[in-house]
């Protein structure tokens, strides 16, 4: 599976986003989907995941209630939702896909990435 996240770019705290990961390759309804952020100095976190089906979903403690991932199996896609944005959200967000059904937070879990979107978040 190849993925192409876009979306990313500079906002101020409170504001929204919305991100965007076209997947091409392989059937994308086969595959459950993750949202990860990588901070500069930080690992690699999880922050949402969705089922193959999409009905399904998890979230990081810290983006739960502001962000909401969903998906569009005939255009294989998957979106993330951000409101209230964060200076803490300030990050390099990638998609990822999984063989696993289910919504899958580690990384490990995942088989295939994207190249990532940047995030800034301005106080």
């Known amino acids: 599976v190849q993925l192409q996240a876009s979306g990313g770019g500079l906002v101020q705290a409170g504001g929204s986003l919305r991100l965007s990961c076209a997947a091409s390759?392989?059937?994308?309804?086969?595959?459950?989907m993750g949202w990860f952020r990588q901070a500069p100095g930080r690992n690699r976190e999880f922050v949402a995941a969705?089922?193959?089906?999409?009905?399904?979903?998890s979230y990081a403690d810290s983006v739960k209630g502001r962000f909401t991932i969903s998906r569009d199996n005939p255009k294989n896609s998957v979106y993330l939702q951000m409101n209230s944005l964060k200076p803490d959200d300030t990050a390099v967000h990638y998609c990822?896909?999984?063989?696993?059904?289910?919504?899958?937070?580690?990384?490990?879990?995942?088989?295939?990435w994207g190249q990532g979107t940047l995030i800034t978040v301005s106080s």
């Open positions: 390759g392989r059937t994308f309804s086969n595959y459950g």
């Open positions: 990822a896909a999984t063989a696993y059904v289910s919504a899958r937070s580690a990384t490990w879990e995942y088989d295939y």
């Open positions: 969705i089922s193959k089906s999409g009905r399904s979903t």
